[in-house]
């Protein structure tokens, strides 16, 4: 099982639509949890973190559920702008920051 | 906000060269910096760990005398692709965790810096 598995993509989207990704960490020592937006050829950039109560930042709202080891982020009324490879990313247990990334999920939203 | 910086962006060269990637916190003490390669269409795999004034933690298989990674500074962590081969080829970023109370992201949020894109040929 991979450490840090997500939805494979691409999705291809038209604006407007509400899109979710799903992802599952083996580690269940992981205490932080966050999702990450990498465009073509860039560094990833934070979106947001994740919390056990969920939480939401605008048309985005992401969830955590301990108990199945899963992540999920949900992006409504997509533009696009939201056009990225969205990277799930888990901080590894108590081994001092060590992140580990999921193999992302291509977005793309078209007209 | 966190800013990390990495110097060159792009570096094209001739195989067998050894490479030397910069990476700073620009308005912040890291006594933690993350060296990261990313090959085409794939995620981001984790190459050491690097803590100011002690030896980086490797990752497993990666390799400590060919990936020399210094960190001198709160500020600036380097890392040296030694003798590079074009296998070497990749996207090398560097993030540099912010401490406690930034507020961005919590204490485990890392910031990353632009990337350096390595060419051997």
């Known amino acids: 099982r991979k450490e840090v598995e997500q939805d494979p993509g691409p999705f291809n989207v038209p604006e407007g639509a509400t899109v979710a990704f799903n992802c599952t960490y083996s580690?269940?020592?992981?205490?932080?949890f966050f999702w990450y937006r990498q465009d073509c050829r860039k560094e990833p950039k934070l979106l947001m973190s994740v919390y056990s109560s969920g939480n939401e930042d605008g048309r985005f709202t992401a969830q955590l559920n301990r108990a199945s080891q899963y992540i999920s982020l949900l992006i409504r009324d997509s533009k696009l702008s939201d056009s990225a490879t969205y990277l799930c990313?888990?901080?590894?247990?108590?081994?001092?920051?060590?992140?580990?990334f999921g193999q992302g999920t291509e977005l793309s939203v078209k007209p | 906000g966190a800013v990390v910086s990495q110097h060159p962006s792009r570096v094209i060269c001739k195989s067998g060269t050894s490479v030397k990637i910069e990476c700073r916190s620009l308005?912040?003490?890291?006594?933690?910096m993350f060296w990261y390669r990313q090959f085409p269409k794939q995620s981001l795999m984790l190459m050491a760990t690097?803590?100011?004034?002690?030896?980086?933690?490797?990752e497993q298989g990666v390799e400590k005398d060919k990936f020399l990674i210094n960190h001198a500074s709160l500020t600036l962590s380097t890392l040296t692709v030694t003798s590079a081969h074009p296998e070497d080829s990749s996207f090398y970023i560097c993030s540099a965790n912010g401490g406690t109370g930034d507020g961005a992201g919590g204490p485990d949020t890392q910031y990353f810096g632009p990337g350096t894109r390595l060419t051997v040929l």
């Open positions: 690097s803590n100011e004034g002690s030896k980086a933690t490797y």
């Open positions: 990313v888990v901080n590894w247990g108590n081994q001092g920051g060590k992140l580990i």
């Open positions: 580690n269940s020592a992981s205490q932080s």
């Open positions: 308005d912040f003490q890291a006594t933690t």
